[in-house]
């Protein structure tokens, strides 16, 4: 008996010094993740603030992050894009990254937000087998990105209750859905940080006077909203002339309507909260989705995978897939020319609200040249 309870204590502690090795090699990898990418802004950026700026309880927490700020020498309205609300849709992050790093501002404003859950970029989701970065190809050499995740950290919003409950409007959701900041809209002050960064993104676009606001998304091949723009009602028009505009200069895309009924989104809370038109983008990204291969990092920037193939090729799916793939050139090129032709379009509607971007490159462009072409 004494044996076996002298042979059981040295597992245990074999077993104990086994687990902290495997953490300690593993700990600056996943430490690593904490490191932001490098931006690097271009001429055109003529200011880089914090969202602490907008909310100061937000300054020394994980949920503050820079805001890039371009304003251009003739007046006009202010245009806000948000990339990175999800840390893991990577080509609304690019196409973030490309508008600080190559846009220029000739009248109005552009407020450009690439992180917008800085906290989603410090973690990713090792059971999904999710890579931790991915690296871009550019004349200069490889350039790499975090590839994070959906949700606000656990480490820095815990736990998580087995309903979320959104505070403005009582809607219930699983209980994860309080980690996202797209279902945490318009945000609480005192709420939790995932709320807290909802509130200062909310306060910018009121104390800026934002006229336009874009959130960059990307989702599954067979999610029903893909390859569209969500748009509120006030907004509805706007992103009917940009949809017939896009859809001329071959990007096929859809439009959806905000649903009244669902709340905490940024397209749904935005339009009703603040004077701004409110829209949301989706591209196709296969590393989103549930029919997958492995989630590799060619997976994130290449874009291709058999399974959607077949998945295709059966009709189970909301978007094309072919063999061909979503490469990520192509998905952060329709964000891009979605982002300049809402610009310009708004321009045309309302000339005392138009925001004139310039030295950003077109969609063919991207696809064909590749996302590193235009980064600094």
């Known amino acids: 008996m004494k044996t076996s309870l002298r042979t059981g204590k040295l597992t245990g502690l074999l077993l104990i010094l086994v687990?902290?090795?495997?953490?300690?090699?593993?700990?600056?990898?996943?430490?690593?993740?904490?490191?932001?990418?490098?931006?690097?802004?271009?001429?055109?950026?003529?200011?880089t603030t914090q969202l602490s700026a907008y909310f100061p309880a937000l300054a020394g927490t994980p949920g503050d992050t820079p805001v890039y700020i371009l304003n251009g020498a003739a007046p006009g309205g202010c245009m806000l894009v948000l990339g990175g609300t999800h840390g893991d849709e990577s080509a609304g992050y690019l196409t973030a990254v490309i508008l600080l790093e190559q846009a220029k501002v000739e009248a109005g404003r552009l407020i450009v937000i690439p992180r917008a859950n800085a906290s989603g970029f410090t973690h990713n989701v090792p059971q999904e087998g999710h890579p931790q970065r991915f690296a871009v190809s550019t004349p200069r050499g490889p350039r790499t990105f975090t590839f994070g995740a959906r949700v606000t950290n656990p480490v820095h919003q815990w736990p998580d209750p087995q309903v979320y409950t959104?505070?403005?409007?009582?809607?219930?959701?699983?209980?994860?859905?309080?980690?996202?900041?797209?279902?945490?809209?318009?945000?609480?002050?005192?709420?939790?940080?995932?709320?807290?960064?909802?509130?200062?993104?909310?306060?910018?676009?009121?104390?800026?006077?934002?006229?336009?606001?874009?959130?960059?998304?990307?989702?599954?091949?067979?999610?029903?909203?893909?390859?569209?723009?969500?748009?509120?009602e006030r907004a509805s028009d706007l992103a009917a002339l940009v949809n017939m505009n896009l859809q001329a200069m071959g990007v096929a895309i859809g439009m959806e309507a905000s649903p009244k009924n669902l709340h905490g989104l940024?397209?749904?809370?935005?339009?009703?909260?603040?004077?701004?038109?409110?829209?949301?983008?989706?591209?196709?990204?296969?590393?989103?989705?549930?029919?997958?291969?492995?989630?590799?990092?060619?997976?994130?920037?290449?874009?291709?995978?058999?399974?959607?193939?077949?998945?295709?090729?059966?009709?189970?799916?909301?978007?094309?897939?072919?063999?061909?793939?979503?490469?990520?050139?192509?998905?952060?090129?329709?964000?891009?020319?979605?982002?300049?032709?809402?610009?310009?379009?708004?321009?045309?509607?309302?000339?005392?609200?138009?925001?004139v971007l310039s030295g950003l490159p077109e969609y063919q462009a991207v696809v064909k040249q590749g996302v590193g072409a235009f980064l600094n």
């Not at 996943?30 to 055109?44: I, Q, V």
């Not at 279902?183 to 709320?195: C, D, I, K, M, S």
């Not at 296969?286 to 874009?303: D, I, K, N, Q, W």
């Open 19 to 47: 687990a902290a090795v495997v953490a300690a090699l593993a700990a600056p990898s996943f430490m690593a993740m904490r490191r932001p990418d490098a931006l690097h802004p271009g001429a055109g950026v003529t200011q």
């Open 166 to 232: 959104h505070a403005a409007s009582g809607q219930t959701l699983s209980g994860i859905e309080t980690r996202n900041l797209n279902r945490a809209y318009p945000g609480r002050p005192n709420g939790t940080l995932t709320e807290r960064i909802a509130f200062g993104i909310t306060e910018l676009i009121r104390r800026e006077k934002v006229d336009l606001a874009i959130d960059l998304h990307e989702a599954a091949p067979e999610y029903p909203v893909v390859n569209t723009i969500v748009a509120h």
């Open 266 to 355: 940024s397209h749904r809370e935005w339009g009703d909260g603040t004077p701004a038109l409110a829209v949301l983008m989706e591209a196709t990204h296969p590393a989103m989705g549930r029919l997958r291969g492995r989630t590799s990092a060619e997976l994130v920037t290449v874009g291709k995978d058999k399974y959607y193939v077949l998945a295709s090729e059966r009709h189970r799916l909301s978007a094309p897939f072919s063999e061909t793939g979503w490469p990520l050139d192509v998905r952060v090129g329709r964000h891009l020319a979605g982002v300049c032709e809402f610009a310009r379009s708004l321009g045309e509607i309302a000339p005392d609200k138009k925001t």
